[in-house]
């Protein structure tokens, strides 16, 4: 779960992530608990600092923005093991719509799961995701399903072959 602060002018200046990791950690311990944000005028994410459960520093992820605030690149960097960071590179349609992403490590080689297409519905909503190789043979993705009011209600986790794997269902309360 995480837990997002805001300024007075309702942008993003923090995060906080509560994780039960017992299957990714044996000892039980959330690596990245929380992180701080930094923004721009317009309020887009430019900067988030992740910090590991005692405080220290763990990874920054840095966002190059486009006209229209779009993510043209992002870029991880992990101090602690430089071989984990990685640059990801983003094309967008006519909408501004993020519809191919190529993943790279630092040197700029393009990894085994280089190219992730995207597809939106006519309201603008990211209905789904593919990740291919480098011959162009799917990996797997996800197919995004919403209500009329237009809320994420269930992601379905696709295996290479298009067929669900996992289903993650989003439920909503609002409070007056």
Do not use: C
């Not at 923090?14 to 929380?34: H, I, M, Q, S």
């Not at 080689?109 to 519905?121: A, E, H, I, K, N």
């Amino acid at each position: 779960m995480y837990v997002r602060e805001y300024d007075g002018e309702n942008r993003p200046v923090k995060r906080t992530f509560y994780a039960d990791r017992t299957e990714a950690n044996p000892e039980g311990k959330a690596t990245l608990v929380f992180g701080d944000y930094s923004v721009d005028a317009h309020g887009n994410v430019t900067e988030e600092n992740g910090y590991t459960v005692d405080g220290s520093f763990y990874v920054r992820v840095t966002f190059r923005r486009g006209p229209a605030g779009q993510t043209l690149e992002r870029e991880e960097y992990f101090e602690d093991d430089p071989r984990r960071n990685r640059s990801y590179r983003y094309r967008h349609n006519e909408h501004g719509h993020a519809i191919e992403a190529r993943t790279m490590d630092a040197a700029g080689t393009v990894l085994d799961v280089r190219l992730t297409q995207y597809r939106y519905d006519s309201e603008g909503r990211m209905i789904g995701w593919t990740a291919h190789d480098e011959s162009g043979a799917p990996l797997g993705g996800a197919r995004h399903q919403y209500n009329v009011d237009g809320d994420r209600i269930e992601t379905l986790d696709l295996t290479a072959d298009g067929e669900a794997k996992r289903s993650r269902q989003f439920t909503y309360q609002f409070w007056e």
